[in-house]
């Protein structure tokens, strides 16, 4: 049996960084308690671990109230409060086709049953979607632009700080979805003028499932779309309107948040350039090693500037899902194949009527002897793919 190479960081991260599995052990052991509810010592202390790893994403953030940082169970979680709590009846929002299904079916589903219209920026052949296209389609009823950082089908970092200044000047709330992006490259509320930010615990920030969050800058209030226990001041009969409390609803995953704040402070402790770098690194030789096979297409990686290390591609006359299957079994390579859960960048790019392509998501623990391993088996695919179409020429 061959090693196991796990190239499928892009849907989450694994394996985790020693550290993460350590501490979630030592603390569920120790302080597996309902941190907020009451006052004795291990409670206390595992109410500091949740406070402290607001602080800790607050800052990583650039945010600068940690008690807007508030915490979901993932992304998909976050992004619905956001989308469900801001926009109502006769608002107008835009988004891009770069987006996952967790923002386009919260989206939809506004439109569809609650009145809202929404606006969808397509993105250039390179993967990019053009900041001067926003202001084209604001409208007086303009609420929301929700975009996402870091596509998780092509892998390009969309321009954001040039996005959110157009909505800052025009007084539109400006959300992104920092899902592929957060634990890759820096992300910065100010800097990039940023209003609300949604992101999941288990992919590039290496914590476990079931952990994510959003985090609001001041001034914005998200309605409250769920109510329940909070924890604090039990008499009171409605949800309470004040952050964190106001979007989080019930016991929170504390193993979550404890597993989150290890990886996060590994994250920190390697520094994201480095990873970045080392990941790049490994992208760029996958796609060098490729792009000239014949009978492999990739997609949009002629330039990896602005890129993070998602590499999409097919064998010509395969269906994703069978090259998929092949690198599992005779190859041991664990990849995802199909939409990906974002139909329109599919049906941009034109992988749509083919179900889709096969995706690598490159993560820190992966190394060049995996790419060689990847790039090898590409190559033997496509040159087994030839022999079945042209079987003289075998
Ligand atoms: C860009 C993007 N947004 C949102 C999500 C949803 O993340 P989660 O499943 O953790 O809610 C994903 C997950 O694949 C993603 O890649």
């Known amino acids: 049996m061959k090693d196991f190479i796990y190239l499928d960081n892009g849907a989450t991260s694994f394996p985790k960084p020693e550290e993460v599995y350590t501490y979630m052990d030592q603390y569920y052991r120790r302080l597996g308690v309902n941190p907020g509810r009451s006052g004795y010592d291990i409670c206390m202390e595992a109410g500091e671990v949740v406070e402290d790893t607001r602080k800790t994403l607050t800052n990583f953030f650039n945010g600068t109230d940690p008690d807007r940082l508030c915490f979901s169970y993932n992304a998909t979680d976050a992004l619905n409060l956001i989308i469900f709590g801001i926009l109502q009846e006769g608002d107008h929002a835009i988004s891009t086709t770069i987006e996952h299904n967790s923002i386009l079916r919260p989206l939809y589903h506004q439109k569809k049953y609650g009145g809202v219209e929404v606006d969808y920026i397509p993105f250039d052949s390179k993967g990019f ?4 296209d926003f202001p084209k389609k604001f409208k007086t009823n303009t609420k929301l632009v929700i975009v996402n950082h870091a596509s998780n089908v092509i892998g390009t970092i969309q321009p954001i700080k040039e996005i959110g200044k157009y909505c800052q000047d025009h007084g539109i709330l400006f959300a992104i979805d920092v899902s592929q992006s957060a634990g890759k490259i820096p992300i910065d509320m100010e800097e990039q003028n940023i209003d609300i930010i ?3 615990g288990h992919k590039s920030l290496l914590g476990p499932t079931g952990i994510g969050g959003l985090y609001v800058r001041e001034g914005i209030e998200i309605k409250h779309t769920r109510a329940g226990g909070t924890g604090v001041r039990s008499a009171v009969k409605t949800h309470l309107d004040e952050y964190p409390y106001r979007l989080e609803y019930g016991t929170l995953n504390t193993l979550g948040v404890a597993g989150l704040s290890a990886g996060l402070q590994w994250v920190l402790e390697q520094g994201l350039d480095n990873l970045h770098e080392h990941e790049m690194k490994l992208m760029s030789k996958l796609r060098d090693d490729l792009q000239d096979v014949e009978g492999v297409t990739l997609y949009v990686q002629d330039d990896l500037k602005d890129h993070i290390s998602i590499f999409l591609f097919n064998v010509d006359g395969m269906e994703a899902m069978n090259t998929g299957t092949i690198l599992d079994v005779d190859y041991n390579i664990a990849c995802r194949t199909g939409l990906h859960c974002a139909p329109l960048v599919h049906d941009q790019i034109g992988t749509s009527e083919i179900h889709g392509a096969v995706r690598f998501g490159i993560g820190p623990f992966n190394t060049e002897e995996h790419i ?6 590409i190559k033997d ?11 003289r020429n075998g």
Do not use: L
């Open 129 to 132: 979607v053009n900041p001067d």
């Open 198 to 200: 949604a992101f999941t």
């Open 372 to 377: 060689q391993t990847a790039v090898q088996a």
């Open 381 to 391: 695919i496509a040159e087994m793919q030839k022999k079945i179409r042209n079987p």
